[in-house]
């Protein structure tokens, strides 16, 4: 413990039919004529040698002939699984249509199949009666040195719900997004299911659901299994960046703020939608300097550990400006499934509290918007259709440029598509739909990973704060906590 485990491609010199079951060194027939004797290849491959650009064109092929996403999404995994470095090859060089492909929003439906669709074993499954073992589970994995971690619980899958192990697919997709945006060395990410049970009914009376079925972990053991696994990993792999993906809200603001001050950790759910929308205002507010960030009234639909973190950035960036905390918090308004979150309601949840103003009640949306006349409405409520032509509508009443972010993952679960507020607001609406990349957009996700999978790697900074997703001005992030004794520096 203690030291990274040597990468065993390192370690030895694989040959023949080893090196084609190796991923990361398999080249299919793009292995060249000089190698293949000396790597034992001979007659192990067809006669042509094929140019990296050649088999490209015919993965291309396959893949357009493919009917459905999903199909092409089990086509893309099983190249993966079978010559890593043509994978991010074809990924890369088509990067708009394949990025909807490996991430969202198939990867949720792969999420939900993913019992049925299982080729072969990627990342590391933790599960609960693994406690007092889980270091030498991380010992088992292969690849390394390891610097970048993704682990899930699997507890609330985009806006899925519980898929407990079946999240698997989202930590692995996460981990080949910061390859192919940051260029970093896939044998130093790790993707990490804790496998802690599931609330799915449905899941545990599937046959092919891949553990067995139970209930999810209570609480107090909950908590000592994650400790657990955190330990191990940090120890096990020093300087680790540790994304926690896709935990449930009230776990995720907890574990968040066990860990975000002593480990180098970030939670995309809390700390990453948020930056993207701060990133957001600002550049709404370089085209419209009367829209800047203070001016705003921004009503969040929907909250939970996005929403809570999008307004917890928006008021830590509002104070920087000069507000006081309450001031900024007042910029700051929710509506849950209950309704407006106002202070005389009994029923907030802890968290919630911290942005329940007075106000009298408002059953819903359309009443909420039609009260408080936001200049800002912001989805991420994971209900399909909320914000709904009405609703656009009395937005577009009270501004002449209404900001509108439908936020909620995948897009089956959006409040409203880009096409409906443009439509609804007669071309005025103003906003960011996570679908949009189908069209040459999800640029905002894309710099995030950059600067998050480069950022602890060259810099000696541990805690991942709000501060590093904070004031994206021209895509850079400043603030940085830092260890003692160091400056900060950019992420």
């Known amino acids: 413990m203690g030291a990274d485990r040597a990468d065993p491609r390192r370690e030895r010199h694989l040959t023949g039919i080893d090196i084609l079951h190796e991923p990361t060194l398999n080249k299919g027939t793009a292995f060249t004529e000089a190698e293949r004797p000396r790597l034992g290849l001979r007659g192990l491959l067809p006669a042509r040698m094929f140019s990296q650009s050649e088999q490209v064109q015919r993965i291309l092929e396959n893949f357009r002939n493919k009917t459905s996403d999903l199909e092409k999404y089990i086509f893309l995994i099983s190249l993966q699984e079978r010559n890593e470095r043509l994978f991010y090859r074809v990924v890369m060089d088509h990067f708009e249509e394949m990025m909807p492909i490996i991430y969202t929003p198939t990867v949720g439906l792969a999420c939900q199949r993913y019992s049925h669709i299982w080729r072969r074993p990627r990342g590391v499954f933790i599960i609960a009666e693994e406690r007092g073992r889980v270091a030498e589970v991380l010992g088992n994995w292969p690849y390394g040195p390891v610097r970048t971690i993704v682990v899930t619980d699997g507890e609330r899958i985009l806006g899925l719900g519980d898929l407990g192990a079946n999240g698997m697919g989202i930590p692995v997709g996460k981990l080949s997004l910061y390859t192919v945006c940051a260029g970093v060395d896939p044998a130093s990410c790790l993707p990490v299911t804790l496998d802690v049970g599931t609330r799915n009914a449905g899941l545990r009376a599937d046959l092919l659901y891949p553990r067995l079925a139970r209930e999810r972990l209570a609480a107090e053991d909950y908590d000592a299994f994650v400790d657990e696994f955190i330990t191990a990993a940090t120890e096990r792999f020093p300087g680790v960046l540790i994304q926690f993906e896709d935990f449930g809200e009230a776990n995720a603001l907890r574990l968040f703020r066990r860990y975000c001050e002593k480990t180098c950790c970030f939670n995309d759910d809390i700390q ?14 370089r085209m419209r300097p009367e829209r800047e960030l203070a001016a705003q009234k921004i009503l969040l ?33 929710f509506v849950d499934s209950r309704g407006l979150v106002v202070s005389a309601r009994a029923d907030l949840d802890e968290y919630k509290r911290e942005f329940a103003h007075g106000h009298a009640p408002a059953p819903d949306v359309l009443s909420a918007v039609r009260t408080l006349r936001p200049t800002v409405l912001i989805g991420v409520s994971g209900q399909p259709q909320l914000f709904t032509r009405e609703v656009i509508e009395r937005m577009s009443d009270a501004n002449e440029r209404p900001i509108v972010f439908a936020l909620s993952n995948p897009t089956s679960k959006a409040e409203c598509t880009a096409e409906q507020a443009y439509a609804w607001s007669a071309g005025r609406a103003a906003g960011h739909r996570r679908d949009v990349h189908r069209r040459g957009g999800g640029a905002g996700r894309g710099c995030r990973r950059r600067g998050l999978a480069r950022g602890p790697r060259l810099s000696p900074a541990r805690p ?28």
């Open 272 to 285: 990453g939608t948020a930056g993207v929308v701060l990133a957001g205002f600002r550049a709404i507010g």
């Open 301 to 333: 639909v929907g909250a939970g550990e996005a929403g809570i973190g999008i307004a917890r950035l928006v008021t830590e960036a509002l104070t920087r400006e000069g507000l006081s905390a309450d001031e900024a918090r007042q910029r700051c308004w």
């Open 464 to 491: 991942c704060t709000g501060a590093v997703a904070r004031h994206r001005d021209g895509g850079r992030a400043r603030g940085l906590r830092t260890r003692p004794g160091h400056g900060a520096r950019s992420g």
